[in-house]
């Protein structure tokens, strides 16, 4: 392994090993949003297809880690769509053509790892409880935090060919902190949820479809123009049906609370603490998560060669080759 890797390797490790200890002694750190802060645009994207239907595309590639600037972008856009009566239906898209969002960014420190905690359990409520219907379309990788989020959208819908769903942490040594144990047990069902969660591995969009994980599976060659389509129509539909229908549905089905959100925080803490979380961490880290790589394609395959091949040496790869 080149020499310049294994420095990166060890800054990461580190830098993870840091926060690790920083939020286990300071739990209760982590402050509201601050609405008055912008977001830098460029980390979502915002086009105003029709005035009924905006898209939000996720826009830090390669392979759009969510990181802080993430969360201020999406709050932002949050803001925008309340304010706008006119506006039914969001579309959240990738500008990276193999992900939707990875996962969390987990070497930019405390300031990222907010999506477990109060942050993350305030923006995901309002998007849940927002007038206005959120659509995932999913055409690469959404796992972790990528699939959190997914999941705290109204809907979600994958390419056949290319959506890759799934909730690999457990596999890691951790829990999922950002929703995963709120959410797929109301979707999925318990033991589809222990199944998921617990097996730490990669779905396909037709297993996902299977499953409820996501609402439909369509073919790539016809995904674009049917998620536009879908949006449209109900871009098109009057807001107050839309709201008041999307706000009694809501009532009916149970939304997760903020008090579920702390207590899988709180576990994710306790986790993190754990020898073998770490050991799995950097194992993983050397193996080149967090970039646009082997193990990060295929990261439900290597979360079970943790255990299986411990000694496995990535090999180099040129950057976005289609693996």
């Known amino acids: 392994m080149p020499q310049s890797i294994s420095v990166w390797n060890c800054i990461v490790f580190f830098t ?5 200890q920083y939020i286990t002694q300071r739990p209760n750190l982590i402050p509201e949003f601050p609405t008055a802060m912008a977001a830098p645009v460029e980390y979502l994207k915002v086009t105003k297809v029709t005035p009924g239907y905006w898209r939000a595309t996720f826009n830090n590639p ?10 201020l972008a999406v709050w932002k856009l949050l803001d925008d769509l309340e304010k706008d009566d006119s506006v039914r239906v969001v579309v959240f898209d990738s500008a990276a053509p193999n992900f939707f969002v990875m996962h969390l960014d987990v070497t930019q420190g405390i300031e990222t790892m907010v999506p477990p905690g109060r942050r993350w359990a305030n923006l995901v409520q309002r998007l849940s409880q927002s007038p206005v219907v959120s659509l995932a379309a999913i055409r690469g990788r959404a796992r972790g935090l990528g699939s959190e989020f997914a999941l705290a959208c109204d809907m979600r819908f994958a390419s056949k060919e290319k959506g890759i769903i799934g909730q690999p942490e457990v596999g890691a040594g951790l829990i999922p902190g950002g929703g995963g144990p709120e959410w797929l047990p109301r979707i999925v069902g318990r033991s589809r949820a222990l199944e998921i969660i617990i097996g730490s591995d990669d779905f396909d969009a037709s297993t996902a479809e299977l499953y409820g994980y996501i609402n439909r599976a369509i073919p790539d060659a016809e995904f674009e123009e049917w998620v536009d ?5 109900i871009g098109a539909f009057p807001k107050y049906a839309v709201a008041s229908m999307k706000a009694t549905v809501n009532v009916r089905s149970g939304l997760p609370t903020g008090s579920e959100f702390e207590q899988s925080w709180s576990t994710f803490i306790d986790v993190c603490q754990q020898d073998e979380t770490k050991k799995r961490m950097g194992k993983l880290m050397e193996w080149g998560i967090q970039q646009d790589s082997q193990c990060e394609r295929e990261l439900g395959k290597f979360i079970g060669m943790l255990d299986t091949h411990p000694d496995w040496k990535p090999e180099k790869k040129t950057p976005h080759e289609d693996l």
């Open 62 to 71: 390669p392979t759009n880690l969510w990181g802080p600037e993430t969360s």
């Open 16 to 20: 993870f090993a840091f926060w690790l």
């Open 229 to 233: 389509k879908f949006a449209r129509r």
